[in-house]
């Protein structure tokens, strides 16, 4: 009996492991912050476009950025067009559920990217703008308070005027708090010299 119940515990063990700096924060001066109140770095891999390069979006390949690579984030790119998400949402979902549950028993992070590169009208970004809504209401349906998970909320915004940037973030952040108070997002500039966090008000933005 007692070597029946060692048998199940390591089972345990092997699915699923803690990050190492746990649940992370951002705090009022815009750092990132671990479990212990101190700040840490993340350092790792991005995979490739899922559309193109989801043979790469497995265990395999999370492991040997936390083993060979000794990285403690892997970036899961999921992409919108092109057969990404916007054409195939079942095939992107799965890889990124592929890579989410790799990082999560590996014991590392994972960021969960909506990776886009276009330059988009004005139709185009309301329906950019609800399926991004739509992937990160899964997404955290799902793993909602998973302390390993950071959500990167719009890769590249290319060419986008800084108020349509400002407008995507602030509808797709809202939905993503009313969901997760919590979790740690990212919003990337259309201007390397403009600083979208201090322009949108929430909490653990970076």
Not at 19 to 48: A, H, M, W
Not at 130 to 143: E, G, Q, V, W
Not at 148 to 176: R, T
Request: contains cysteine.
């Amino acid at each position: 009996m007692f070597l029946l119940i060692q048998f199940f515990t390591y089972i345990l063990i092997t699915l699923s492991a803690n990050p190492p700096y746990g649940k992370l924060y951002v705090n009022n001066k815009g750092q990132l912050i671990g479990n212990q109140g101190k700040q840490v770095q993340l350092i790792g891999l991005s995979l490739f476009h899922s559309q193109w390069a989801g043979g790469y979006y497995n265990e395999d390949s999370v492991r040997a950025i936390k083993c060979f690579f000794n990285g403690n984030i892997v970036r899961a790119a999921i992409g919108t067009v092109a057969g990404g998400y916007m054409d195939n949402k079942n095939k992107a979902l799965n890889s990124a559920f592929s890579v989410i549950d790799a990082a999560i028993r590996q014991g590392i992070y994972v960021l969960v990217d909506w990776h886009d590169e276009q330059n988009h009208n004005d139709n185009e970004m309301i329906k950019l703008t609800n399926c991004a809504i739509d992937f990160f209401t899964i997404i955290l349906n799902k793993y909602k308070g998973v302390p390993n998970i950071l959500l990167e909320l719009w890769n590249e915004p290319n060419g986008v005027k800084f108020d349509v940037a400002k407008k995507y973030y602030l509808q797709v952040y809202n939905a993503v708090r009313n969901l997760d108070k919590d979790v740690v997002v990212i919003v990337g500039s259309p201007d390397v010299l403009e600083n979208l966090p201090n322009h949108i008000v929430g909490t653990n933005i970076l």
